[in-house]
């Protein structure tokens, strides 16, 4: 497991790189995707340094469920109730993940198509 830090999502954890938060606490952070592919596009984020689903250990698991736990309630907030919303996990350059932080998309409002690209 890598111990420091230098993602762009470790700076806004810090504080180093400002972000528009819609949820925090204290394991767990939820900000607007700076390049959003819907128009809602928010991710959430452990505070705890996880590079992705490849790095995680036993102790992780209740961390993980919280992520799901924030997704689902600001999703909500968010007014996805009606429509749903799509959470998408990116694990390894090969599928997409350009950011080494674990986390969990949360995406909706708009159509989908399912499979996905
Ligand atoms: P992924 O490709 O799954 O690793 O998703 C990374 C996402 O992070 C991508 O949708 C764009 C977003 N992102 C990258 N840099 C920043 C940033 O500085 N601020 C915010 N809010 N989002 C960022």
């Not at 992520?67 to 350059?93: H, P, Y």
């Amino acid at each position: 497991m890598t111990t420091e830090n230098n993602t762009i999502f470790g700076k806004i954890i810090r504080g180093e790189v400002p972000s528009e938060k819609v949820y925090e606490d204290d394991d767990v952070l939820a900000f607007k995707d700076l390049n959003p592919t819907a128009p809602v596009h928010i991710l959430v984020i452990p505070k705890k340094y996880i590079v992705n689903l490849f790095d995680v250990e036993e102790e992780d698991a209740e961390l993980l469920g919280k992520l799901l736990l924030v997704a689902g309630k600001v999703a909500s907030e968010q007014g996805l109730e009606e429509d749903g919303f799509r959470t998408v996990i990116n694990n390894g350059a090969g599928v997409g993940q350009s950011v080494f932080h674990i986390h969990v998309h949360i995406l909706g409002g708009r159509d989908f198509s399912w499979p996905p690209g």
